[in-house]
């Protein structure tokens, strides 16, 4: 099912990302325009998020001489992925249910260059009078088995439309760029591993990278602060 859209609307340029964003799954197909209404509603929550984001880039490029927000990277749960979560939940497939158990239909993901930088954005967001923290999972304090950082917030925002105005849940992850690096490779590799009869020997090499990735994230980190330390000694 079609809708006409502008051209130049970020839902469009959401659809080209994403395929098959405003395809209606059967199971919903009783509620399309519902359904179409919600996608774009997450994709303005998308765009709300994405501007505070760049807003505090900007400035903190002035005050710190730096970026600390390399790259941000956004998406819509495709229509499929979403009926697939709710039949591994055991839910019922529904407008209704997508909105109140599903945390990541809209997903925002920031990559920082430094550890540091990715506690500062997400104490920043936090500070936001119109920022309500839903959860926080920190899987760089404690990574999962398989070795997988990033740090994970629920939140949501409100989003003014032209006859209300609506709280949108948006899943925000925050992590290094080697962070990333690692987490899509693990991403690609991740069926194919599951086929292999020694997985388990594979699964032991990938937790290998993730720790030597940290810890490289560890010592630029640290090579960073010397660099700041000797640039405020010459200062001085």
């Given at each position: 099912?079609?809708?006409?859209?502008?051209?130049?609307?970020?839902?469009?340029?959401?659809?080209?990302?994403?395929?098959?964003?405003?395809?209606?799954?059967?199971?919903?197909?009783?509620?399309?325009?519902?359904?179409?209404?919600?996608?774009?509603?997450?994709?303005?929550?998308?765009?709300?998020?994405?501007?505070?984001?760049e807003?505090?880039?900007?400035e903190?490029?002035v005050?710190?001489?730096?970026?600390?927000?390399?790259?941000?990277?956004?998406?819509?749960?495709?229509?499929?992925?979403?009926?697939?979560?709710?039949?591994?939940?055991?839910?019922?497939?529904?407008?209704?249910?997508?909105?109140?158990?599903l945390?990541d239909?809209?997903?925002?993901?920031?990559?920082?260059s430094?550890?540091?930088?990715?506690?500062?954005?997400?104490e920043?967001?936090?500070?936001?009078?119109?920022?309500?923290?839903?959860?926080?999972k920190?899987?760089?304090?404690?990574?999962?088995?398989?070795?997988?950082?990033?740090?994970?917030?629920?939140?949501?925002?409100?989003?003014?439309?032209?006859?209300?105005?609506?709280?949108?849940?948006?899943?925000?992850?925050?992590?290094?760029?080697?962070?990333?690096?690692?987490?899509?490779?693990?991403?690609?590799?991740?069926?194919?591993?599951?086929?292999?009869?020694?997985?388990?020997?594979?699964?032991?090499?990938?937790r290998?990278?993730?720790?030597?990735?940290?810890?490289?994230?560890?010592?630029?980190?640290?090579?960073?602060?010397?660099?700041?330390?000797?640039?405020?000694?010459?200062?001085?």
């Open positions: 099912m079609n809708i006409s859209m502008n051209p130049n609307s970020e839902l469009n340029q959401s659809i080209v990302n994403v395929p098959n964003l405003v395809q209606v799954p059967d199971p919903l197909i009783k509620q399309a325009y519902q359904f179409q209404e919600a996608m774009m509603m997450y994709t303005c929550a998308i765009r709300e998020l994405k501007t505070k984001l807003v505090l880039n900007d903190l490029s005050r710190n001489s730096r970026n600390p927000i390399e790259l941000v990277k956004s998406r819509v749960k495709k229509p499929i992925s979403i009926v697939e979560k709710l039949q591994r939940r055991g839910l019922s497939i529904s407008l209704e249910s997508m909105t109140e158990n945390d239909v809209a997903g925002i993901r920031v990559i920082c430094f550890l540091d930088d990715i506690y500062a954005v997400a920043m967001l936090t500070r936001q009078d119109d920022v309500h923290i839903i959860a926080i920190d899987y760089i304090r404690h990574p999962k088995a398989n070795g997988y950082r990033s740090y994970h917030m629920i939140v949501e925002i409100p989003v003014f439309f032209s006859d209300q105005k609506k709280w949108m849940r948006v899943e925000v992850q925050i992590r290094t760029i080697a962070m990333d690096f690692w987490a899509s490779l693990d991403h690609q590799l991740k069926y194919k591993k599951e086929m292999e009869a020694n997985s388990e020997d594979i699964s032991i090499e990938l290998e990278c993730a720790e030597v990735i940290a810890n490289t994230d560890e010592r630029m980190l640290n090579i960073r602060k010397k660099i700041e330390a000797q640039e405020i000694a010459l200062n001085k």
